[in-house]
């Protein structure tokens, strides 16, 4: 039986979680911590420091992290070895014990801290937080072991002469689990799913989400993780990556990222193909142009909430965000009005005030890349709302409305990873023409939606565009997937479709070994057709 998804708490005014939460976002803001690796269950300081900030308050420092180097991969991949044989051998319920102890940590003592962290160190605000942070990681450590059970009570046919089993192995070596900044929950999910069927892992998060992964490891410590079975281990992308990819113990890579660094990384694997002891798999969630497709019988107020919400959660910072949208004329001034109205009352500004709906974007790197983009669109199309950027105090970038009269233009194919929302108006009678327009114009293909009271036009975009999409929604922004009800992932470009959230992503980190046994073997070679007539 399945686990039921976690509770969003509403952290409404004067109710216990927003005063607990309140109290620790304080205490975090006025800390400064110390954050080191932790390889082998033991914590190594290499005097290597870089700072976690707010983005939203760049000056604030919140953390001091100490970089991992080439050495402390070695230590980590050691340790992971050195944990396997024992956490391999352990059963599923005693290893899913660990992560279900590490739910119900979450979901209780822990749930302000790391809420906080998210908030804090990736401005996400108190909503965006407690989806990702709190509920969805949860839901992940619950539906996970649940998928594990199940897959485990998947076995082959018996007869009465022989039994027949299969055994999930982990993979022989070690998992390299690379995650991003944008969600917490996905941070991790990517160490532990593997690490749930038996594996170990070596783990580097993302540079500016130091903090809040740090807390993950220390949740799953107070769960009862052994020591080893996941490593963590900070560092420069590169210093990292290269001598796992390069080590023949390498056994897979769960990554989250960006397309470019996954194919790099893919390339390299396959430089590497002839060293490793097996071959790795390969498990990445990338890039996306995500869309929002509108036909002319399409609700107009919940076409407009989903393009606000949809691209401007998060300061459009999600893999699924809505960046590209295609509306008809008919309809185009009014959803125009509509979502520029909700731009303009939209807060943006420190996310301990719970009045924000956008924080900052997460550091100066994306603060300049996204600003390119808003000069790119003053000069080749329409900037309708927004536009603007200040990295004084905070990176932050107003929600911005595009509108261009080119399909291709590179606002409608590139990705941009900010809050910027760019709008393709098509004539209402080229409804056909623009869903082979959607489908072929990005070559990601991880989230997209359609917006049509029309069921026929439903069912024809559903068709048209199967591939366009590995997460679909109906009349809904396409952003917001749940554990168990919306298994997570792309295509194309957007990567290997394993579903985080399914049992199809733990399948990947299995290794599966059928055992016969027969009861009553043959004592003789010959057969019956061999007796002469």
């Not at 999600?318 to 295609?326: D, F, L, P």
């Not at 008919?330 to 509509?338: A, G, M």
């Amino acid at each position: 039986m399945l686990p039921v998804n976690e509770p969003n708490l509403a952290y409404l005014p004067g109710s216990p979680e927003r005063i607990d939460l309140k109290a620790r976002l304080s205490s975090m803001a006025a800390e400064r911590i110390d954050i080191p690796l932790i390889i082998g269950g033991h914590e190594i300081r290499t005097g290597d420091l870089a700072q976690t900030v707010m983005p939203h308050d760049h000056r604030h420092v919140l953390a001091d992290w100490h970089r991992g180097k080439a050495t402390h991969v070695a230590q980590a991949i050691a340790a992971a070895q050195k944990a396997q044989a024992e956490w391999s051998a352990a059963t599923q319920e005693q290893r899913a014990a660990v992560f279900l102890k590490a739910a119900d940590l979450l979901a209780t003592t822990w749930r302000p801290t790391l809420n906080s962290a998210t908030m804090l160190g990736q401005s996400k605000t108190v909503f965006q937080a407690e989806i990702d942070a709190a509920s969805e990681l949860i839901d992940f450590w619950r539906f996970n072991p649940a998928f594990a059970h199940e897959l485990q009570g998947e076995q082959p046919i018996s007869t009465v002469s022989a039994s027949n089993r299969m055994d999930y192995r982990p993979l022989e070596g070690v998992v390299y689990a690379v995650t991003p900044f944008n969600f917490t929950s996905i941070a991790g999910n990517l160490p532990t799913a593997p690490a749930l069927m038996g594996n170990t892992v070596v783990w580097k998060p993302a540079a500016s989400s130091i903090l809040s992964s740090y807390y993950v490891m220390r949740i799953l410590e107070e769960a009862g993780l052994p020591p080893g079975v996941i490593n963590f281990v900070p560092g420069d992308p590169v210093e990292i990556s290269n001598p796992l990819l390069g080590s023949p113990d390498l056994a897979g890579v769960h990554f989250t990222g960006s397309t470019q660094v996954f194919q790099g990384m893919w390339s390299k694997v396959g430089s590497n193909i002839g060293r490793y002891k097996t071959y790795p798999r390969l498990v990445g969630e990338t890039g996306g142009k995500d869309f929002i497709l509108a036909h002319p019988s399409a609700a107009v107020q919940e076409l407009s909430v989903a393009i606000a919400r949809g691209g401007f959660e998060f300061q459009g910072q999600k893999c699924s965000a809505a960046s590209r949208v295609y509306i008809p004329r008919s309809i185009w001034n009014e959803v125009r009005d509509r979502v520029v109205a909700m731009m303009r009352d939209m807060r943006m500004g420190d996310v301990s005030d719970f009045r924000t709906f956008m924080g900052a974007v997460i550091d100066d790197k994306a603060f300049m890349r996204i600003s390119s983009y808003l000069d790119d669109a003053r000069r080749h199309a329409t900037i309708v709302q927004g536009g603007t950027a200040s990295d004084e105090r905070g990176y932050f970038v107003e929600p911005t409305l595009v509108e261009t009269t080119d399909p291709q233009y590179r606002l409608m194919r590139e990705e941009v990873f900010g809050p910027v929302v760019t709008v393709f108006v098509y004539a209402d009678e080229q409804w056909d023409e623009t869903l082979r327009l959607v489908d072929g114009t990005s070559p990601y293909a991880l989230t997209g939606a359609v917006f049509a009271r029309d069921r026929a036009a439903v069912d024809q975009a559903t068709a048209v565009l199967r591939n366009a999409a590995g997460n679909f929604y109906v009349n809904d922004k396409p952003t917001g997937a749940v554990v168990g009800q919306q298994p997570f992932g792309g295509a194309r470009g957007s990567g290997t479709n394993d579903k985080a959230g399914s049992k199809i992503n733990l399948l990947r980190w299995v290794s599966a070994r059928t055992i016969k046994e027969t009861f009553s073997p043959p004592v003789d070679y010959t057969y019956g057709y061999m007796v002469e007539e």
